[in-house]
């Protein structure tokens, strides 16, 4: 949970000349390498070694060098990292008291004059602009004292600290006013004096050590799975806590809907991210704000299953609510800029035309999917992740949404989220993923235990299902999926599913083809979310865009291990979209590995995996010792 912890007087002993000093960095580089897979950049570590003895020092000048300093601590089920929590004894009650600090090397920032929770940062790169520092520790106060257990009915316990130690007061001045969150304050080198005071009248000149103890061992909340809450978002009120580049992104949003309407303007905003990243978290969280604004805004994907199970979970009860949810190939006739905003959510899934067999003769065109998009809505917003193509056709890329977005001279915003919200914010499974299935540089690797995420090998398909099945006797929820490697049967005449899905001894039936329930199996778009659906398993035209606690994978003959490699098998795939001609050899090898990627992270807490393959079977023991 922390890389790194230290009392603040043992930090302060330490001197930058020392070896000490620069093992400490040391130690935390190795930690976050360790735990993300990836090395910190020059400036995480110059800032580690710049900023946390400041700290350190303001704390033992505050007579609370036994305050315990979490550095780099991860918030729960998340792969976001808060600068240091300190843990103490609150002054005034006796209880545990711990204060957020976020610490910032920033000379000069203000308040951008479209949003106040931007700002504008000079010597940063692009163009300047960066979550306020308030807003950004204020989401870190919200998430702690909602997942952990023991903070539950105490989030008085928790407050948050801005620090920006090099910069002079009159040139922040314009942050530290914007302050509006009761448990948040902002503090400059100017105001150092200040800040010793605010830790005084917080803590008390006792150790730290219990309460560390106490935060770092306490159970955690279960993390809010989408379709759970997704209603309560969109009518009532904000149900995800967004982080950093979530929020940035959903700030972003706003403020170009706004300038939009002020300068009757348009604009492109585009947010990438692997699985679990909270693409969708931001589609609910900005269509809940504009929906109670009364804005006009939608949400639209490509896929048949999520669209349909947000109209049944987000708008059960409301028609009005229900025509919130899209496809991507209902704007062939929409009036220009008619919407607000269009939240092409699951872009990746977007088509070079909307135009199929089904389409109306009138409405038959060449015009690029894309196009009608961009056209419908003065600020379309996509959320995306290219390594989620998984047929052929589906042109959803950054590349493509841009150069279209530009052609027409429209300006275009990026972000990128790096954080992992599912798998247990294993950002390390996330890794592995990519690299065992080729969509990352450096080859498999063998799992390495990672608290925060199971992964498991079965033995055989009946122990998979068995102990999935477990898993869902205790509450939890669990879903099996596979690689389109078997024949997928219309049912039977007497109303049930044919067990197409046949290893061995064991059979089990594909999830329903349509919108029909087939006996106690649901609708094929319910699958992932309705009561039923684990007698069945599921293909990945039904798992992709959900989520579950238990995620179980069976991978079929259409990936392969061969000398120390996963090999695709186009001949072994038995999506009709595959095996059409028009489908290269290497495009099928691109989807068949995208399709995987999908499929193994859909869990929340775990994945089971069975390979059919008895090479392959063996290779995954290997990896998964």
């Known amino acids: 949970m922390t890389a790194l912890r230290r009392t603040a007087k043992s930090l302060a002993a330490s001197s930058p000349e020392s070896p000490l000093e620069r093992r400490l960095s040391e130690l935390i580089a190795e930690h976050v390498s360790r735990t993300t897979l990836r090395r910190p950049s020059e400036s995480e570590v110059r800032s580690w070694d710049r900023s946390l003895p400041v700290l350190a020092g303001d704390l033992v000048d505050a007579g609370l060098g036994d305050l315990e300093m979490l550095i780099e601590y991860q918030l729960p089920l998340t792969s976001k990292r808060a600068d240091v929590v300190l843990a103490g004894v609150d002054r005034r009650t006796g209880a545990d008291s711990f204060l957020i600090v976020e610490l910032k090397q920033w000379s000069r920032a203000e308040v951008d004059e479209d949003n106040p929770e931007l700002a504008l940062v000079d010597g940063v790169r692009g163009d300047g602009r960066r979550l306020n520092p308030l807003t950004q520790v204020a989401g870190y106060c919200d998430y702690l004292t909602d997942f952990v257990t023991s903070l539950e009915h105490h989030a008085d316990a928790v407050a948050g600290v801005a620090y920006l130690h090099n910069a002079a007061d009159r040139d922040v001045a314009d942050l530290r006013s914007s302050a509006d969150h009761p448990r948040v304050r902002l503090f400059s080198k100017t105001r150092r004096h200040e800040f010793l005071e605010y830790l005084k009248e917080r803590f008390a000149q006792e150790p730290g050590d219990e309460a560390a103890d106490r935060l770092l061992s306490s159970a955690v909340r279960p993390s809010r799975q989408l379709m759970a809450v997704a209603a309560d978002e969109i009518k009532n009120r904000e149900q995800f806590i967004l982080l ?16 939009a309407r002020r300068a009757d303007s348009k604009q492109v905003v585009i947010v990438t991210g692997g699985p679990g990243s909270g693409k969708s978290a931001i589609a ?78 009138d409405l038959r065109s060449d015009r690029p999917q894309i196009d009608e998009l961009i056209a419908a ?92 099945g477990t898993e869902l006797g205790r509450g939890y929820g669990a879903r099996m999926t596979a ?16 067990p197409d899905v046949r290893i061995g001894s064991w059979s089990r039936p594909w999830n329903v083809k349509n919108d ?29 865009g959900f989520e579950y606690d238990w995620n179980g994978v069976i991978i079929g003959p259409d990936l392969v291990a061969r000398h120390g490699r996963l090999v695709t098998q186009r001949k072994e795939s038995r999506d009709p979209a595959i095996a059409k001609r028009s489908v290269t050899d290497a495009e099928a090898d691109q989807l068949i590995r995208n399709t995987y990627k999908v499929l193994l992270t859909r869990g929340m807490i775990g994945t089971y995996v069975y390979a059919v393959d008895p090479e392959t079977q063996k290779f995954f023991h290997s990896l998964l010792r």
């Open 244 to 259: 950093d580049e979530q929020r940035y992104a959903y700030e972003l949003v706003r403020t170009a809907v706004e300038k």
């Open 516 to 544: 029909r329930s087939v006996g106690d199996a649901p609708p094929s778009a319910l699958w992932s979310t309705a009561d039923g659906g684990f007698g069945q398993v599921g293909c990945i035209y039904t798992a992709q």
């Open 377 to 468: 809505a003065r600020v379309p917003v996509f959320l995306l992740d290219e390594h989620q193509v998984v047929r052929p056709g589906e042109i959803g890329t950054v590349s493509a949404i841009r150069g279209h977005a530009e052609s027409l001279g429209l300006p275009v915003e990026q972000v990128d989220l790096d954080a992992q919200f599912r798998c247990g914010g294993s950002r390390r499974y996330e890794v592995w993923v990519n690299r065992l299935l080729g969509l990352a540089d450096g080859g498999p690797e063998q799992w390495t235990a990672d608290e925060r995420f199971e992964v498991r090998l079965a033995d055989s398909p009946t122990e998979l299902e068995h102990t999935l």
């Open 483 to 498: 690689g389109y490697c078997w024949p997928w049967s219309d049912p039977r005449k007497d109303d049930t599913l044919v």
């Open 284 to 361: 609910l969280s900005v269509l809940g704000e504009l929906y109670r604004q009364n804005r006009h805004a939608l949400h639209a994907t490509g896929s048949r299953s999520f669209t349909l199970t947000m109209r049944q979970h987000v708008g059960k009860g409301s028609t009005r609510v229900k025509g919130l949810f899209k496809y991507f190939n209902d704007f062939m006739s929409a009036e220009r800029n008619d919407l607000d905003v269009l939240i092409c959510d699951e872009a990746h899934r977007i088509r070079q035309v909307s135009t199929s067999r089904f389409t109306r003769r």
